[in-house]
């Protein structure tokens, strides 16, 4: 049987991918592989040895700075994004389906901030609490910062769920007798659920590493992006690339776990 010749444009695509892999994950495994440099080891190659020294290094405040306060706040602050994302997104998407007066620009202020510089919304904020005499904080002005980034973002999600979301079901539930909030809680929500989790991703990964938004309005207290941004000014040591393996492993430990949560919502759904 003869094969098919593959057209010139399939190996162009080909090519174009291999490149993006490269640029995406040769910096990156360069990185961890620095990461276990030996205790006399530099910021290049070749190794100077293999240890766990700089990951241990991570645990000394006096040698890196805060890294474990500004994890936990980085943490902290994108489970509260993530949540108020999940909640306000899903409460707009519902709102939205029906037609209502001021629904059209009201959607565009929604999205409007995705197209101004994030360092302007950050000192738009951070100069607005110090004018009302507030102290900006990452769990304050912050907070409020990263949802200018995630809202707009969880919003369109669930816009497209919705449009594709056929109201039949909800017909049919009613017509059995199902009050709006039942349909809601048992028909309505478990089918929207995976997309949910998807919006939730959304919120914390893009808050757990948002630098410029973060920037002005932190506070006293770095986030983790912060810093890592303020590590690579005074550190000299394979300990900065141990920091970004240890965070670049959590980052895909939370989209592993938030690919099997979804897989087992899809596989629930399956069998209800």
């Known amino acids: 049987m003869r094969r098919e010749r593959r057209p010139a444009s ?13 640029f995406l994950y040769g910096p990156l495994s360069a990185i961890m592989i620095l990461s276990f440099q030996g205790p006399d080891g530099g910021l290049t190659f070749p190794l ?22 500004s994890f936990r706040r980085s943490f902290t602050l994108g489970l509260m994004v993530m949540a108020a994302t999940v909640v306000v997104s899903l409460l707009a998407g519902l709102a939205f389906r029906r037609r209502f007066v001021g629904a059209t620009p009201l959607f565009y202020l929604t999205v409007a901030s995705l197209v101004v510089p994030s360092i302007i919304i950050s000192l738009g904020i951070g100069v607005m609490f110090q004018q009302i005499g507030i102290r900006p904080s990452w ?4 907070f409020g910062a990263h949802l200018t980034w995630t809202l707009p973002f969880g919003v369109l999600i ?41 919006v939730g991703l959304f919120g914390f990964t893009l808050s757990y590493d948002e630098f410029a938004r973060s920037l002005m309005t932190a506070g006293t207290y770095n986030t983790l992006p912060l810093e890592i941004y303020a590590m ?14 240890v965070t670049t492993l959590f980052s895909f430990l939370v989209i592993s776990l938030t690919l099997a949560v979804i897989v087992w919502l899809g596989r629930r759904r399956a069998r209800a």
């Open 158 to 198: 669930m816009f497209a769920v919705f449009n594709r979301f056929s109201p039949s079901y909800e017909e049919a539930a009613r017509d059995l007798g199902a009050s709006p909030w039942q349909t809601f809680r048992h028909v309505l929500l478990p089918m929207i659920a995976p997309m949910l989790v998807g």
């Open 10 to 22: 399939f190996w162009i695509l080909a090519a174009f991918f291999a490149l993006f892999v490269l």
């Open 139 to 142: 769990y304050g002005s912050a």
């Open 232 to 245: 690579t000014t005074n550190v000299t040591t394979p300990v900065l690339y141990a920091l970004g393996t």
């Open 48 to 69: 100077n040895g293999v240890s766990l020294h700089w990951f241990r290094n991570l645990t000394e405040q006096q040698a890196v700075g805060d890294f474990g306060g």
